[in-house]
């Protein structure tokens, strides 16, 4: 899979983009992520890749121009964009398997008060947010979404079973885990998960999963996938 992410601040994806899961993924060639500085778009002295909102207001726009030709001459044609804007449909996990089911997309990056509308009208095919709250810019839900569509891949995870085991997999939050040792601080681990039943073992823990997403989630299960 590619994935190009168009960004004003590229040195902010060194980190998370580089460490665990995403870092071997992209070293197995399972994803080959490309990030491009919309400022090397422009072609002023300054570089200036954002300007005053018409009708006056506060806060600055990205131009038009720069994101046009970054789109236009770094990603091939017809490739999926998607802005990243808290005015986007809400990120599930099926929006996540489905970006994770194409062989490229890309994601734009909003700024100060976000991207020019004819940016959105004329590039973007898809709108997502991370969530009903405003950050400073769309750099760290790019991230969110790399991760969250990465991971997916086929080969990313050591066990490609434990991504289908997952909270919002089948509708369902996770259940509870439990590791050595089977007595911490007085605290007893599940009897039943030391059992070696794997019948037992499968039931308890859709039960578990079934109780805890009443409990925290019941919108869950009737969310349209
Ligand atoms: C300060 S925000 C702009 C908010 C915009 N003026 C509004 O009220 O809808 C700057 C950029 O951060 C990103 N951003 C902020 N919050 C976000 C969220 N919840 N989900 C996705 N992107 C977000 C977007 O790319 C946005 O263009």
């Known amino acids: 899979m590619r994935i190009d992410i168009l960004t004003l601040f590229p040195e902010m994806f060194a980190g998370p983009l580089s460490e665990s899961i995403i870092k071997r993924a992209r070293e197995r060639g399972l994803v080959d992520i490309r990030i491009h500085n919309i400022r090397d778009h422009t072609h002023d002295k300054h570089r200036t890749a954002d300007d005053r909102p018409f009708g006056g207001g506060p806060g600055m726009v990205l131009t038009p121009g720069p994101i046009f030709e970054c789109v236009e001459s770094e990603l091939p044609e017809g490739t999926h964009l998607v802005y990243m804007t808290p005015q986007g449909r809400p990120l599930t996990q099926a929006m996540v ?34 969530g009903d709250y405003v950050l400073t810019g769309g750099e760290l839900p ?15 995870l050591g066990d490609d079973e434990s991504a289908q085991q997952e909270s919002f997999a089948d509708g369902l939050l996770d259940c509870p885990h439990y590791t050595r040792p089977e007595v911490f601080r007085g605290m007893q681990a599940p009897e039943v998960l030391l059992s070696g039943n794997h ?13 805890r997403t009443r409990e925290r989630r019941p919108d869950l299960t009737n969310r349209e996938k």
């Open 97 to 130: 398997e489905e970006l994770a089911g194409r062989d490229a997309f890309a994601v734009l990056c909003g700024h100060y008060e976000g991207v020019d509308e004819r940016v959105r009208e004329a590039l973007v095919d898809d709108e997502i947010s991370i």
């Open 142 to 156: 790019a991230m969110v979404l790399v991760d969250a569509v990465v991971r997916l891949l086929p080969g990313a």
């Open 199 to 211: 019948g037992e073992i499968a039931r308890w823990r859709r039960e578990q999963a079934e109780a």
